[in-house]
């Protein structure tokens, strides 16, 4: 009877043994078929996701002066339903344009990363600080997408134009004092701090310069004191950024073209709130590679946005001679202009332009831009 029992207690240990076996292979096999059936659907989710997800960005304004802030939006939308683990956005982008969120990079440019997760059929939105550290015109053309090991580069265009500096009240205050003393016109392109025929109440835009602290006081808001201008001027400014025998170092030379810039824009502004026609000529290169900058004589605020753009394009560097730009506006049509030219020297070429727009009926003046500057050798 022992052996019996042990002969049948062997046979159901063997049995139980082969259970075991079979039930691991089984859960093995399951597990590897899982993986597999896993790693299938990984590929099939990548490429689905990464077709159903679009990306854009923008900046809140298509144009801002040096120095001011903005922001920089980013738009990540799921268009399918699946949900978008750990999504990488990876950006590259001047140090021109500041964003205090950024990573890493270098002296030259930022690397700025933003992460996302994103539910099926969702759109994420995020505002990002960007601060205009230097005028010009910037776009971003395209960003690195990672998403579950895949990489892709979506295009996502973003622009800004970026224009020059607003002038500091001491610099309006040279501005106005040396354009006077020129005797370009007996109608002043910008007010006089000390003539004006009335007082009025502050509006958007106005100078602080203008402020009438004495009504201010007495009335309880703001009011700025009023000038006579005679409307239907022209005015056509003429920016030289030929160094010419001058001596001065190409770095402050540069600092003086920017500050030119600066002095242009600010007086384009003046005249078209006055309803005055403007003009803008430079013998500068541009980012679009031409040699010289020509914005034709205009009114309203469309024509100011024209002129500030050009200048977001100029580059401080020589393109043609002064003399040549001159001849090129004028062309024998120019009559009844007041040419403004910043330059930070005269010679004789600049002479006879001067003397040929007068012939034709013109009031022309040379501002020297080392006086304007306060620049010292």
């Not at 989710?45 to 922001?71: C, H, M, P, S, V």
């Not at 020059?164 to 016109?185: F, G, M, T, W, Y």
């Not at 009025?200 to 201008?229: C, Q, W």
């Amino acid at each position: 009877m022992g052996l019996v029992s042990d002969g049948r207690s062997n046979v159901k240990e063997f049995d139980v043994f082969i259970r075991v076996v079979l039930v691991t292979i089984g859960i093995v096999t399951a597990i590897v078929l899982c993986i597999f059936l896993l790693l299938f659907l990984y590929r099939i989710l990548r490429r689905y996701a990464l077709k159903n997800l679009e990306y854009k960005r923008y900046f809140t304004d298509k144009g801002a002066f040096e120095g001011q802030e903005i922001q920089l939006i980013e738009e990540l939308t799921n268009h399918g339903f699946f949900p978008l683990l750990r999504v990488y956005v990876e950006t590259h982008i001047t140090t021109k344009l500041y964003m205090p969120g950024a990573n890493g990079g270098n002296e030259i440019n930022q690397e700025f990363i933003s992460r996302f997760f994103v539910m099926p059929y969702t759109r994420i939105k995020r505002h990002h600080r960007v601060i205009l550290k230097k005028r010009g015109h910037y776009r971003l053309e395209s960003a690195k997408i990672s998403f579950m090991g895949i990489e892709a580069y979506l295009d996502s265009e973003a622009e800004i134009r970026v224009y020059p500096k607003e002038l500091h009240i001491d610099d309006i205050q040279r501005i106005n004092q040396c354009i006077q003393v020129s005797a370009l016109s007996n109608r002043p392109i910008i007010r006089d701090v000390f003539s004006f025929a009335k007082v009025r109440e502050y509006t958007y835009g106005d100078s602080i310069n203008i402020i009438n602290h004495k009504s201010t006081a007495r009335m309880g808001r703001l009011m700025v004191n009023d000038a006579d201008f005679v409307l239907g001027r022209k005015i056509l400014l003429c920016l030289n950024f030929q160094a010419g025998n001058t001596g001065i170092p190409e770095e402050k030379f540069a600092e003086i073209q920017e500050k030119s810039m600066q002095f242009a824009a600010y007086l384009a502004g003046e005249a078209i709130r006055k309803g005055w026609q403007i003009g803008l000529i430079a013998n500068c290169k541009t980012d679009s590679g031409a040699k010289s900058v020509k914005v034709y004589m205009g009114t309203g605020y469309g024509k100011y946005i024209e002129i500030l753009e050009a200048l977001s394009m100029a580059r401080t560097i020589y393109g043609n001679s002064i003399g040549r730009i001159i001849d090129e506006a004028a062309d024998g049509n120019l009559r009844n202009t007041e040419v403004i030219i910043f330059s930070t020297y005269v010679d004789e070429s600049i002479e006879k332009r001067v003397e040929m727009l007068m012939r034709e009926g013109n009031e022309a003046a040379v501002i020297d831009l080392k006086e304007v500057t306060a620049y010292e050798a």
